[in-house]
Nanobody, 124 residues
């Protein structure tokens, strides 16, 4: 069983930056990739970015590409650096771990472990 704990959520103004972190309780034998998803009120959850712990391969959703960067400092710690935040980025951000297929790296059904989420609020 893998426990994931997110941190770093906050309220910021548009144009600001935040760094989210995800700490995993178990080693990478239980997963090959860690991703960030987000869900805004009244909207479906969407994938934001994923990093494969095995080789560092990364994928960012088009909506955040060029503004957000996913990284991992250890096999148990993943970060999401968010720059040039927009009001539309307001959501609860979740990290998830699993065995996603690189053809569809942000498919939710391939992630077995989820954190409780951290709130990001961006004001105009």
């Amino acid at each position: 069983q893998v426990q994931l704990v997110e941190s770093g959520g906050d309220s910021v103004q548009a144009g600001g930056s935040l760094r989210l972190s995800c700490a995993a309780s178990a080693n990478a034998y239980n997963y090959i990739a860690v991703a960030w998803f987000r869900q805004a009120p009244g909207k479906e959850r969407e994938g934001v970015a994923v990093v494969y712990i095995t080789d560092g391969w990364k994928y960012h959703a088009a909506s955040v590409k060029g503004r957000f960067t996913i990284s991992h400092s250890t096999i148990n710690m993943v970060h999401l650096q968010m720059e040039s935040l927009e009001v539309e980025d307001t959501a609860k951000y979740y990290c998830a771990a699993g065995f996603p297929d690189r053809n569809a790296p942000l498919s939710e059904e391939l992630y077995s472990y989820w954190g409780q989420g951290t709130q990001v609020t961006v004001s105009a």
